[in-house]
């Protein structure tokens, strides 16, 4: 089951890393090995186009966590308000969504 308004914010130009426990809906740990994970953040849900696009090496996955981290470059250019959508391809081959959020992008002053 998707999770939404998995909403957050930062600060444009900053490292960050975005930390997610996965699990099945009985809400016990879901074991990630094997599986490939893709993060994108896009001005609207409806755009075509990713303004970060994230996999590995830049997500990893360990037991049930995945780890996405941003290095000041991704965001340095962006502010406002962003849509973002997290993907996951099981061992399997099954494709689902885990989360789906706004993330708020506030120019640095410095």
């Keep these: 089951m998707t999770m939404t308004n998995q909403n957050f914010s930062m600060y444009a130009g900053d490292s ?3 930390i997610i426990p996965v ?3 009985d ?4 074991n990630l090995t094997g599986a ?3 993060w994108g953040v896009r001005k609207r849900e409806s755009s075509t186009t990713n303004d970060i696009l994230k996999e590995s090496p830049a997500i990893t996955v360990s037991g049930s966590e995945i780890t996405i981290s941003l290095a000041p470059v991704d965001t340095e250019t962006l502010t406002g308000s962003y849509y973002h959508e997290c993907e996951l ?5 099954n494709v689902s969504t885990l989360f789906v959020g706004l993330v708020t992008i506030t120019k640095s002053g410095v």
């Design 23 to 25: 699990t099945k809906d």
């Design 16 to 18: 960050k890393s975005i």
């Design 27 to 30: 809400g016990s740990p879901l």
């Design 89 to 93: 391809t099981d061992q399997q081959g």
């Design 36 to 38: 490939a994970v893709k």
